[in-house]
């Protein structure tokens, strides 16, 4: 077994649009390794998202194979997806995506419940530090945007995910509470042994990661 966390081998993926078809991802070659962490660039509408979806598996390719931890997931079924997501996998959205009936504490301890776990000392320094130690029985609609994305962080690193996908997380911050947001998801992924691979539009967002992928017209370039 290698220390692969992701891997594609030839992937495509293409979608009809009406009369037209559009390759997004055209025989793509990427290996993510353990601990790595990967800034997703390029233009609008390339295919990015797509490729965040494969991985997480909410989207399927149309050739090539994607193996997770080496194994290869072609004859994976919702069960085993359901699996891989619920105890590996992190997710952090640009829109949040928290549930709002719920306290910051119960945000964060959903991961951990859809695993059977219970709340953990790592989930009080996940609480520390990001700053939410003090609001952690507010109700998360009246907390602020950078508030809400790091809920949003803790929540997906509470059970500790080999791999966290990161969707434009600091988009709808401001740029000092986006610089706090990504310092913070950076140290926190790097206590907990979990890879990263984010898409970003912004420079200084991918320059907190260790390695840069150039997604244009199908093709990576790393």
């Avoid at 945007?145 to 911050?173: C, M, S, Y």
């Avoid at 401001?174 to 310092?183: F, P, S, W």
């Amino acid at each position: 077994m290698g220390n692969s966390i992701v891997a594609l081998k030839a992937v495509s993926k293409g979608f009809n649009d009406g009369d037209k078809y559009h390759q997004v991802l055209d025989d793509i070659n990427l290996q993510l390794e353990s601990a790595d962490t990967v800034a997703l660039t390029g233009p609008s509408g390339c295919g990015k998202s797509t490729l965040l979806n494969i991985i997480g598996g909410f989207e399927f390719i149309d050739s090539g194979t994607l193996s997770l931890f080496d194994n290869d997931t072609t004859p994976w079924q919702d069960k085993q997806w359901s699996q891989f997501r619920r105890q590996h996998l992190g997710v952090v959205f640009q829109q949040f995506n928290l549930l709002t009936p719920l306290n910051v504490k119960d945000n964060i301890a959903f991961s951990l419940r859809l695993n059977r776990q219970s709340w953990t000392p790592w989930c009080d320094h996940l609480l520390k530090q990001l700053g939410l130690d003090t609001v952690k029985h507010r109700h998360v609609e009246t907390l602020s945007g950078g508030q809400q994305q790091r809920v949003a962080i803790a929540r997906a690193l509470a059970h500790q995910p080999k791999l966290l996908l990161a969707d434009e997380p600091t988009g709808n911050l401001d740029e000092k509470a986006g610089k706090e947001v990504m310092q913070l998801l950076t140290e926190l992924a790097r206590e907990s042994n979990t890879s990263i691979l984010m898409v970003t539009h912004s420079a200084e967002c991918a320059a907190f990661m260790q390695r840069r992928w150039h997604l244009e017209q199908g093709n990576i370039n790393e």
